[in-house]
């Protein structure tokens, strides 16, 4: 067991990569801290890690909000006394014609994306810091750290909010790493390429959602989209203290896109 009697919070993990994510985190003896804005998946996740033997807790939280987030991290440490591992994961796209893109696409999408990395991270070290011991991992995502054509009536421009915040993401996490390193912190990050999610679909009609699966396949020189597990096991090794000298690291889980090769 890699993360035993771990307290590990997972933002975003009511549905798709988070929830992977948690259940990898419970696999290893972790108690997964299952925090989503969406009680009822939220509520399933934490029944589905039970089901397995895992530990888990739900938490109904949208860690946008500062309030709830504060309040989340002074519930949880009331409960737990430690937090071991937080992964920023909660996410949104807010995908629109490039004319479209409005200012409040950008302060929803950069909001939770960016900001709400920023503060999870600020709330959850400042205990991580008084055990001299935690994890971060940031999910940025490939677009990131390219650009890439999109599909159908989205051009690339569609996604400048959400890959704006995601290539900050990866730049965040090197400050942070550098500002935790030495109270025995370790952050890094994941950039996810294609996964299946229910993420994928927002946004898009069905045959957008074909034509981006087409499209994602052949840009990834493995030629298929990952698998959640796949990303949840690099998520793992990074929460896990075989990584313990790697920090301000972001690794690329995305089957080799060619769009950065
Ligand atoms: N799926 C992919 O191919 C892919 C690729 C690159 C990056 N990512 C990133 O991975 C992360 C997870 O994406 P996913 O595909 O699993 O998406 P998803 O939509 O399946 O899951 C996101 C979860 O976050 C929750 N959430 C949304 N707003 C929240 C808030 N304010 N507070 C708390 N929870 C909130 C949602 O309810 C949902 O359960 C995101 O950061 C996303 O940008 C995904």
Redesign the pocket.
């Known amino acids: 067991m890699r993360l035993e009697n771990k307290i590990a919070v997972v933002?975003?993990s009511?549905?798709?990569?988070?929830k992977a994510i948690a259940m990898r985190f419970a696999d290893e003896g972790a108690t997964a801290i299952v925090?989503?804005?969406?009680e009822q998946?939220m509520t399933s996740a934490v029944a589905d890690i039970e089901a397995r033997g895992g530990k888990a807790r739900g938490y109904r939280?949208?860690?946008?909000d500062q309030r709830a987030l504060r309040d989340f991290m002074e519930e949880l440490i009331g409960t737990h006394g430690r937090i071991d591992i937080l992964v920023n994961?909660?996410?949104?796209?807010r995908y629109r014609a490039f004319g479209a893109v409005g200012p409040e696409d950008w302060d929803a999408v950069l909001g939770?994306?960016l900001k709400?990395v920023f503060f999870c991270a600020q709330a959850a070290s400042s205990y991580m810091v008084r055990q001299q011991y935690g994890k971060i991992v940031n999910?940025?995502?490939?677009?990131g750290t390219g650009t890439t054509p999109h599909v159908g009536s989205l051009s690339a421009g569609a996604a400048a909010p959400y890959a704006s915040a995601?290539a900050a993401v990866i730049q965040l996490t090197q400050i942070l790493a550098r500002e935790l390193g030495p109270s025995g912190i370790n952050v890094n990050c994941v950039a996810?390429?294609?996964?299946l999610?229910?993420?994928?679909g927002?946004a898009r009609s069905p045959q957008e959602v074909e034509e981006h699966i087409r499209v994602r396949t052949e840009m990834a020189v493995l030629r298929r989209a990952g698998k959640l597990e796949e990303l949840a096991n690099a998520v793992l090794f990074l929460a896990s203290d075989e990584s313990s000298f790697i920090t301000g690291e972001t690794i690329r889980v995305d089957g080799g896109r060619t769009d950065r090769m």
């Open positions: 933002t975003g009511g549905s798709g990569l988070g925090v989503d804005v969406n998946n939280v949208d860690v946008a994961n909660a996410g949104i796209t939770l994306d709400a999910i940025s995502s490939s677009l995601k996810p390429g294609f996964f999610t229910p993420l994928t927002s």
